[in-house]
T-cell receptor, first 116, second 116 residues
């Protein structure tokens, strides 16, 4: 079965550079979520999109922006990178369902960003 | 403010025995709870979930119990197998209303080691 695809898997950047992370949700999933997991931490919610509109926002720095495109893939853009941005970035997708299966989020393998 | 807490950083059990992983939450708005399993360098994999209208959900070797009054849930794995060794995250979400489903709030994770 198709899963959530994230690219790239690994990314190395210098401070003050920009980075773009991509996420391709499971087919027919219309909601995308982004999470950041720092070393030894639990995943923290950044932002989500439903039907190409931002649906919720967490503790995402102003230097970060994201969007969901017409084919439902999403991109997380990160500018003026700082050392503290080094983390695993996960994308998850979920289908619009009702009943007991609501909000099962399926995660990609993540992008490991290292800022030097 | 850690709204979802997994107070045991690690758990070690013998193969064939029961593994019990615990999770507590503080936000009474949470109405859907999930358990994820995570291997290093991979994204979280969905295991099992439970809605707040139920107190038990079972899927094969995995059973999740929810005690709403205590704001406590647990994951039982029986019998435990060496392949179950991984980090287990408890997560919770609240119905965001309308067509948007809520972000996941994660616990800190519990490292489960199953010894042959």
């Amino acid at each position: 079965a198709a899963g959530v695809i994230q690219s790239p898997r690994h990314l190395i950047k210098e401070k003050r550079e920009t980075a773009t992370l991509k996420c391709y949700p499971i087919p027919r999933h219309d909601t995308v979520y982004w999470y950041q997991q720092g070393p030894g931490q639990d995943p923290q919610f950044l932002i989500s999109f439903y039907e190409k509109m931002q649906s919720d926002k967490g503790s995402i720095p102003d230097r970060f922006s994201a969007q969901q495109f017409s084919d439902y893939h999403s991109e997380l853009n990160m500018s003026s990178l700082e050392l503290g941005d080094s983390a695993l970035y996960f994308c998850a997708s979920s289908p619009l369902t009702s009943g007991g299966a609501k909000n099962i989020q399926y995660f990609g393998a993540g992008t490991r960003l290292s800022v030097l | 403010d850690q709204q979802v807490k997994q107070n045991s950083p690690s758990l070690s059990v013998q193969e064939g025995r029961i593994s019990i992983l615990n999770c507590d939450y503080t936000n009474s708005m949470f109405d859907y709870f999930l358990w994820y399993k995570k291997y290093p360098a991979e994204g979280p994999t969905f295991l099992i979930s439970i809605s707040s209208i139920k107190d038990k959900n079972e899927d094969g070797r995995f059973t999740v119990f929810l005690n709403k009054s205590a704001k406590h849930l647990s994951l039982h794995i029986v019998p435990s197998q060496p392949g179950d060794s991984a980090v287990y995250f408890c997560a919770a979400s609240a119905d965001a209303g309308g067509t948007s489903y809520g972000k996941l709030t994660f616990g800190q994770g519990t490292i489960l080691t199953v010894h042959p």
